[in-house]
Nanobody, 119 residues
Framework: QVQLVESGGGLVQAGESLRLSCAAS????????MGWFRQTPGKERELVAE????????FYSDSVEGRFTISRDNAKNTVYLQMNSLKPEDTAAYYC????????????WGQGTQVTVSS
């Protein structure tokens, strides 16, 4: 059973940066991809960034392209989300998720970490 634990959330001012981390533990960890989602009350969970585990290919939503960077450390079983030039609209609960098992949909989730950006 894989477990994902996020860290690094907090309260920052607009324009500042934060780095989120997501550490995986448990059985041998070889996901197809890892992603960061975010959610605000009353809205659907949104995929903001994704990275393939073996090739490191990345995807970003339009709302974060150019400001956020997803990366992974395969040796540490950890994925990161570097968030720069934060805006108040980035305020959300951020979740790490993995495509761990066949058919490789997002089937493993962390508990979430809150990011609040003040104006």
């Amino acid at each position: 059973q894989v477990q994902l634990v996020e860290s690094g959330g907090g309260l920052v001012q607009a324009g500042e940066s934060l780095r989120l981390s997501c550490a995986a533990s448990g059985r041998t960890f070889r996901p197809a991809a890892m992603g960061w989602f975010r959610q605000t009350p009353g809205k659907e969970r949104e995929l903001v960034a994704e990275i393939t585990w073996s090739g490191g290919r990345t995807f970003y939503s339009d709302s974060v392209e150019g400001r956020f960077t997803i990366s992974r450390d395969n040796a540490k079983n950890t994925v990161y989300l570097q968030m720069n030039s934060l805006k108040p609209e980035d305020t959300a609960a951020y979740y790490c998720a993995g495509k761990v098992s066949v058919p490789y949909r997002y089937d493993c989730w962390g508990q979430g970490t809150q990011v609040t950006v003040s104006s």
